[in-house]
């Protein structure tokens, strides 16, 4: 017999995206022998460097296995210093930074630690889906501004002042951004910057997770290093997870004013206890260790990139354009709306597209709709060449398929 679980209020609105729905699916379809080819996660294929294992592994015969300080260990605290000032000219105290479990956290703890009913966090679309849910979970409101592909899907200054309100708390802005791959250069964060200048109450977390995936040859550029009058209330946030390889270590970081990381602190301090000790010695190793991973993984990146994107257009209605950061495609895919599979049904949405992929083609891909931008799919290009040759193959004859 099973108990009815009720639920607190503050899940009604949050339910599991149509992108884990399929991810489900998925894994149905694999342990029933098809051969699925993942584009939809976020995880890349390369290995966590070497020397970043040798250090966890080192920490743990040391005996590094107890909680650690709740803000993360000195030494972690140290080289997210010391990176920020190496990859940006940011400088932060130690009380200004804290070491989390993932970014994930440290962006929930920000939202949940500032948060009251009826406050707004403006969300760039397209967006990395979490943001919204984890303001709605604080009690916030989540309001989404569209990005128009015209504009390289950025935000654009006059659409940032035409959607702030009194109630206005955040705004996100994450570089290179995930989903579209558009990457702001220091004039397009100085013209959001400058209407932030004239709002003084609204903060900005500066989401930076994949600032080391940009095809420029140099780290994204982040807001409080462009525009320092913003530093006293701009929440810096990265991670490792992208840059290294490092997705499931689970370690993220936050860099500003003290008086909102010691809150964060406290929340981290009540819920999680800290992050992995292990996984933070494993931090210090990539973050302190030789850099050259970084380069050699963006060149070997970009050339996947040019060539999925050659494949995707190659397929009837499809369409993308390179991005510049990141290691997701944005494919518009208007061109197969309204068009019918074999088995008679009508793709009306880029969420029947996906279905269709994974049935028909055994392919996963990411529904825009999850993304705040429709019809478009996202696909990875974080993929074995062998993966992005077999998946354009499948892509090109389910596209051919439809009637
Ligand atoms: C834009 C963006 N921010 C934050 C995260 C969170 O990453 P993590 O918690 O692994 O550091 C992700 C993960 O994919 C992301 O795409």
């Known amino acids: 017999m099973s108990a009815t679980v009720i ?49 966890a592994h080192q920490a743990a015969l040391r005996g590094e296995t107890r909680y650690t300080d709740v803000d993360g260990t000195p030494e972690l605290k140290q080289a997210v210093q010391a990176a920020l000032r190496r990859d940006h000219r940011l400088d932060y105290r130690l009380d200004e930074i804290v070491v989390t479990s993932g970014s994930t956290q440290a962006l929930f703890n920000a939202l949940l630690a500032t948060l009251a009913p009826g406050d707004e966090v403006i969300i760039p679309a397209p967006y990395w889906a979490p943001y919204l849910d984890q303001v709605r979970l604080a009690g916030g409101t989540p309001v989404v501004v569209p990005c128009a592909q015209n504009n390289g899907f950025k935000l654009r200054a006059e659409d940032l002042q035409a959607t702030i309100s009194p109630r206005t708390r955040w705004v996100v802005v994450n570089n290179p951004v995930n989903p579209s791959g558009a990457l702001y250069s220091r004039e397009d964060l100085s013209e959001i910057a400058a209407v932030l200048l004239r709002h003084p109450d609204i903060w900005v977390l500066a989401d930076g997770l994949y600032e080391h995936i940009a095809f420029s040859g140099a780290p994204a550029p982040t807001l409080a290093a462009v525009e320092p009058r913003l530093k006293p209330r701009t929440l810096t946030v990265s991670g490792p997870a992208k840059s290294y390889a490092m997705m499931g270590w689970r370690i993220g970081y936050a860099a500003g ?110 529904p825009g709709e999850d993304l705040g931008l429709s019809p478009y799919i996202r696909v990875s290009f974080a993929n074995p060449p062998a993966a992005i040759e077999e998946a354009g193959r499948r892509l090109k004859r389910a596209c051919e398929a439809l009637q």
Do not use: W
């Open 7 to 55: 639920l607190s209020p503050r899940m009604s609105g949050i339910k599991p995206s149509p992108a884990s729905v399929l991810r489900r699916r998925a894994r149905e379809l694999r342990a029933a022998g098809r051969d699925i080819i993942e584009l939809s996660s976020g995880n890349l294929d390369f290995p966590t460097p070497e020397h970043v294992i040798a250090a």
């Open 257 to 366: 004013p003290s008086a909102l990381i010691r809150e964060m602190i406290t929340i981290q301090s009540q819920t999680t206890s800290g992050a992995s000790s292990i996984s933070q010695a494993a931090a210090v190793a990539a973050l302190d260790g030789a850099q050259d991973v970084l380069a050699e993984r963006a060149v070997i990146l970009r050339a996947r990139r040019d060539r999925f994107a050659e494949l995707v257009n190659g397929c009837a209605g499809l369409s993308c354009t390179p991005p510049e950061g990141t290691f997701y495609l944005l494919v518009g895919c208007a061109g197969v709306i309204g068009r019918r599979a074999p088995d008679g049904k009508v793709i009306e949405t880029d969420r029947d597209f996906s279905a269709y992929l994974l049935e028909e083609a055994d392919v996963v891909v990411f």
